[in-house]
């Protein structure tokens, strides 16, 4: 089975600081690869995703996520961060294990 | 709004009751999903459901069950509650019952309370 493991647990940024979360997966055979975003006081939803193919990964509002086979890693990155990315951010297989969630506060 | 609701969002009861938990699945979507979600434990997966029949188990005490229905949508049954159980409930949904490209829509959730 595959299990992630995010070890930043809290991350505090001043706006127009690049982000930069890890995400480190363990091989179980399909790498199905999630990043998920939790705002203050609402769902989860997919930030990005990776099954196959370029290991640069685009998702919505500007993160990207590259799959790095050889480091078994799968880390999620911003630019410039803003004050409305304040969030907990969810790394996940496919097998629906989520791993412990990293809280991203940014300061304006 | 991802498409998933649950009912209801948010409950109260004392230890050693019982309670249900309502999820409807995204139209079309055949998967459901069961997480607790707390402080001191993170996002644990509880359960899947396929097309009315258990798919998969995670870290679900035997307190726990769960069923998916022929319409689809699911409950989660909580019983002899403790202190512990307090957390909030997500149900999610997907197309498929596992493997490549199955992205996950997660509802609002159920914040439940244990006093």
């Known amino acids: 089975a595959q299990s992630v493991s995010q070890h930043n647990h809290h991350v505090i940024l001043s706006e127009a600081a690049s982000l930069e979360l890890g995400c480190n997966y363990s091989?179980?055979?399909?790498?199905?690869l999630f990043w998920y975003v939790q705002y203050p006081g609402q769902h989860l939803q997919l930030l990005l995703k990776?099954?196959?193919?370029?290991?640069l990964v685009k998702g919505i509002k500007g993160f990207e996520a590259e799959f790095i086979k050889s480091k078994f890693s799968f880390n999620l990155r911003k630019p410039s961060v803003q004050w409305s990315d304040t969030a907990e951010y969810f790394c996940a297989g496919h097998d629906m294990r989520f791993g412990a969630g990293t809280r991203l506060t940014v300061k304006p | 709004d991802s498409g998933v609701t649950q009912t209801p969002k948010h409950l109260i009861t004392a230890t050693g009751q019982r309670v249900t938990l309502r999820c409807s699945p995204r139209s079309g979507d055949l998967s459901v999903y069961w997480y607790q979600q707390s402080l001191d434990q993170g996002l644990q997966f509880l359960i899947q459901y396929y097309n009315g029949e258990e798919r998969a188990k995670g870290n679900i005490l035997e307190r726990f069950s769960a069923q998916q229905f022929p319409d689809l949508h699911s409950e989660l049954n909580l019983s002899s509650l403790e202190l512990g159980d307090s957390a909030l409930y997500f149900c999610?949904?997907?197309?498929?019952?596992?493997?490549?490209?199955?992205?996950?829509?997660f509802g609002p959730g159920t914040r439940l309370t244990v006093l």
């Open positions: 091989y179980g055979g399909t790498v199905n």
């Open positions: 999610a949904s997907s197309v498929y019952s596992g493997g490549n490209y199955n992205e996950q829509f």
């Open positions: 990776y099954f196959s193919g370029d290991p």
